[in-house]
């Protein structure tokens, strides 16, 4: 079972599958959204999870297809839906209470990461102008 909950614990969401997919994404959003240089996703099948405190969220709808949920009390971006996927529930990794059992496999939108930051691993970088299109590690 992966647990995941807001600062403040009035928002939790449980999945009792694994995570379909963790990845680091480097684009203009998730850096804006998080305040850092990347962000890391946890994709979960949406039937597998369970949202308890779901009158605590806000919802804010950055493009056509995605919406992002926040906790009212205390901000924290808790999930996002995109309407191309809407299997999936993509949850910040930090969310995660046993964050040291999730293993992101690659990183994606490399061509528009900070140019300040430096990525420090192997994991396979995917980039260009669609942030999916597989680029040489560097």
């Not at 379909?20 to 039937?47: K, N, Y």
């Not at 969310?95 to 691993?121: M, R, T, Y």
Request: with cysteine; aromatic share 8%; proline share 7%.
């Amino acid at each position: 079972m992966l647990e995941a909950a807001c600062y403040c614990g009035a928002v939790q969401l449980h999945c009792s599958a694994a995570p379909e997919s963790v990845i680091h994404c480097h684009c203009g959003q998730c850096r804006r959204l998080s305040g850092a240089a990347f962000s890391t996703w946890v994709s979960l099948p949406r039937e597998a999870c369970v949202l308890s405190g779901a009158d605590s969220l806000s919802v804010y709808s950055p493009t056509p297809n995605g919406r992002r949920h926040f906790c009212r009390a205390c901000g924290t971006h808790v999930f996002t839906e995109d309407a191309r996927m809407p299997q999936i529930y993509g949850v910040p990794a930090g969310l995660f209470s046993e964050a040291a059992a999730l293993h992101p496999s690659q990183h994606f939108f490399v061509s528009h990461k900070a140019a300040w930051h430096q990525i420090g691993d192997a994991l396979p970088q995917r980039g260009g102008a669609s942030g999916y299109e597989p680029l040489a590690s560097g």
